[in-house]
């Protein structure tokens, strides 16, 4: 609940790199606990991928975040291949990983492209077809690919985005970011 707290209501950059980085922490503590809990094996990840969003590129590069990240999520989604949220955090990693260097690097350096990007968000909506969330994270993820070449898509995430009945409160948290980043890509 914090993450979910952080990443859709914080909007102070070291308000909410704080949340991430005790949420990682906690995440952490329980791991000690527990070593193959998969839920908070998944929440440090998410954390992690979380903080890389608001870090510098160079600070991102060296936290040594994203090959951890990447290997975790690999991990994830062979253990649990039906679980939506690993491949909608692998494409949203991705994504900030080609908007921040470029398809090509992004390659080379971490295996990240805009086409896989793309799949890790087509998986997740196949898996999680009713869940906001999907919409929400798949049309940020084409804002970072490249906003005017998805544009269409990104209207139509959004429009499907609002036009599901929320299961949860995290999913009417994700709705009202579509709202507002339709209202947004309206006015542009």
Known sequence: SRLVHATLLIEDHDEKMSEFSESAALSNE????????????FGLVYAKVRMLELLSTGEARSSGYIPIAQDKLDKLQEYAPDRGAYPLTRGGLEAGIVERVGSFLGSITYGATESSAIENFELARKLLPDMAIVYNEYSVGLKRLDEDDFRKEIRELLNTCIGLTPVNAEDALNQMHCKRSLEKNTKD
């Open 30 to 41: 329980g791991l000690t606990l527990a070593p193959e809990y998969r839920f908070a094996e």
